[in-house]
């Protein structure tokens, strides 16, 4: 018979170790998530692959604005995760890469009719410039004036990894310069160029004390994510259509962890083994990964390691350029979503 002052001890030491872990499983449950999207240029139809047609882009607005959806920026959505506080359900927020002219002049008058934020990534050397297309500076004082919001996307928009370190820093300092002069302050958010990194970038960016980057490879952002690597929805013609919208503005994280391999920057195995840990309470049976191994999108195998590691066995190798695997799987009719990118040299 087990004395009652031992019980309350015994009780007392295992409410200590184990809340901790019934508090992480639950709040991942919680775990509502953001979908950040991302446009580059709109209404410019010469430009399919980055463009997203003036039509496609008024039925997003639209949507989102007519429906119940918690629209946020994304200063906001950095907040949320910096805290480890929780989003609330189908929280969205947008961006916009590069601060095309046709942004400025087609989309930026929808989103404050509609009192949606926007965070303008810009590199500063494309506008200083004057390249044909692009905003100007005074263009994007008055985007700020009106409420935007502006981040950096590197000084000439360059390749990051694939670059020297050398470089890679003082194509920042350059962007944190010009921001300087043309705006007063240097932007908190960064993204990077093509949504390409590695180890020795974020390693760059935290020497710069910047504390996060958004990446452009698809997935609903969950607080556990690597917030030196965080997901947005890339839009363009061909993957713009009003139900894929709605299909990745509805969708909740597919929280992992301990993702391998660790770098996103491969240079020699160009069929690695891709393995990661489901935080997400799912039927791991009913998971389903994509990727573009050859050149083509495709199914993957998965293979279970543990009751929550799962390995994924690419079919083939991944040629020169970029990457990607996005994986989703439907629990409690709620679609989970995680995508990865990598740079393959």
């Not at 195998?301 to 079919?315: A, D, F, P, S, W």
Request: aromatic letters at 14%; hydrophobic letters at 40%; glycine letters at 4%.
């Amino acid at each position: 018979m087990i004395h009652y002052k031992n019980f309350l001890i015994v009780t007392f030491f295992l409410t200590i170790y184990l809340f901790p872990l019934y508090t992480s499983i639950a709040d991942t449950k919680k775990d509502n998530g953001a979908s950040v999207f991302m446009y580059h240029r709109i209404g410019e139809s010469k430009y399919p692959s980055t463009n997203v047609t003036i039509e496609q882009f008024n039925k997003h607005i639209n949507y989102i604005s007519k429906n119940d959806f918690n629209i946020i920026p994304l200063d906001e959505v950095l907040s949320i995760i910096l805290n480890n506080e929780k989003f609330d359900k189908n929280t969205v927020s947008f961006s916009v890469d590069d601060a095309y002219e046709s942004f400025y002049l087609n989309a930026w008058p929808k989103f404050k009719e509609n009192n949606i934020h926007v965070t303008l990534f810009v590199s500063t050397e494309i506008i200083n410039n004057k390249t044909n297309g692009y905003m100007n500076w005074d263009q994007i004082r008055n985007f700020l004036n009106e409420g935007g919001s502006v981040g950096q996307h590197t000084a000439s928009h360059l390749h990051m990894p694939l670059n020297s370190i050398d470089l890679v820093k003082n194509d920042i300092l350059e962007s944190h310069k010009t921001f300087i002069k043309e705006l007063g302050f240097i932007p908190k958010l960064f993204a990077y160029p093509y949504g390409e990194t590695s180890k020795e970038v974020i390693n760059v960016l935290k020497e710069f004390n910047i504390t996060h980057a958004f990446g452009q490879h698809s997935g609903v952002i969950s607080t556990f994510d690597n917030k030196y690597y965080l997901p947005r929805f890339s839009l363009n013609e061909q993957f713009s259509d009003l139900d894929r919208f709605i299909f990745a503005a509805e969708s909740l994280p597919l929280v992992i962890e301990d993702f391998l391999p660790s770098d996103m920057y491969l240079t020699q195995n160009l069929k690695p083994k891709i393995e990661f840990s489901i935080k997400t309470d799912i039927e791991i049976a009913q998971l389903n990964c994509f990727a573009n191994p050859g050149g083509n999108w495709s199914s993957q195998k998965i293979i279970n390691i543990t009751e929550n590691r799962v390995q994924i066995l690419l079919n083939d190798n991944f040629k020169s350029g970029r990457g990607r695997i996005n994986c989703t799987v439907q629990q409690d009719k709620n679609w989970h979503w995680f995508g990865y990118q990598f740079l393959i040299k």
